[in-house]
């Protein structure tokens, strides 16, 4: 009988997605998956019985309903367009924060598993989440532009020119290892809306 896990599911995810930022899809083995699942390998198949497939789709739904919460729905729900993108903004910060432990630069789930082999397992749904992110975000911006008669505006306010600074800054922030580029940008991203509000 396989032993009783000692973390949730929850628990259990949050720290594989810690290990899969880490190591990637094709580097994070087994035995890594397992310590930070705090699975013994007779039992890892009993909660996990395709292994690392399943282990990373774990990683992913967990990501996925935090991506959800800060970044998708502060837009979807509020009645005010500015204030609701900026949550939005706000919320970049807090979901890769949530995954990311203190004083190191923030990675994306999503950008990792999309490489290498990862891609076949997982790219479709990792495409849909940065499709609505993106449709989210231009639905939003559309609503500013149209309350301020600013339709000159459209090209340089879009959600692909937001969403692609702030990949690339994920990307230079972990090779220079800079825990401030993220929120700097971010900063710098609201004081553009305020201002272009305003």
């Known amino acids: 009988m396989a032993r009783t896990a000692a973390l949730s599911k929850t628990q259990m995810a949050e720290r594989l997605c810690s290990v899969f930022k880490a190591e990637g899809y094709a580097g994070a083995s087994l035995t890594l998956l397992a310590e930070a699942a705090q699975l013994k390998r007779a039992s890892l198949y009993h909660h996990f019985p ?7 789709k774990a990683a992913l ?79 939003a911006l559309d609503s500013l532009i149209l309350l301020r008669g600013s339709a000159n505006n459209k090209n340089d306010m879009s959600a692909q020119t937001y969403i692609t600074a702030i990949q690339g800054t994920l990307i230079t922030a972990r090779l220079t290892q800079d825990t401030t580029a993220l929120p700097q940008l971010i900063e710098a991203q609201k004081a553009e809306i305020r201002a272009f509000c305003s």
């Open 61 to 139: 739904a967990y990501s996925g309903a935090l991506f959800m919460k800060h970044i998708i729905i502060p837009c979807q729900t509020s009645s005010n367009a500015q204030a609701g993108f900026l949550d939005s903004l706000g919320g970049v910060l807090k979901y890769y924060a949530s995954e990311t432990p203190t004083g190191t630069p923030a990675v994306c789930l999503m950008n990792v598993l999309n490489l290498g082999p990862g891609h076949q397992f997982f790219g479709r749904d990792i495409a849909k989440a940065f499709q609505l992110w993106q449709s989210t975000w231009n639905q």
């Open 50 to 56: 395709n292994g690392k497939i399943d282990m990373a």
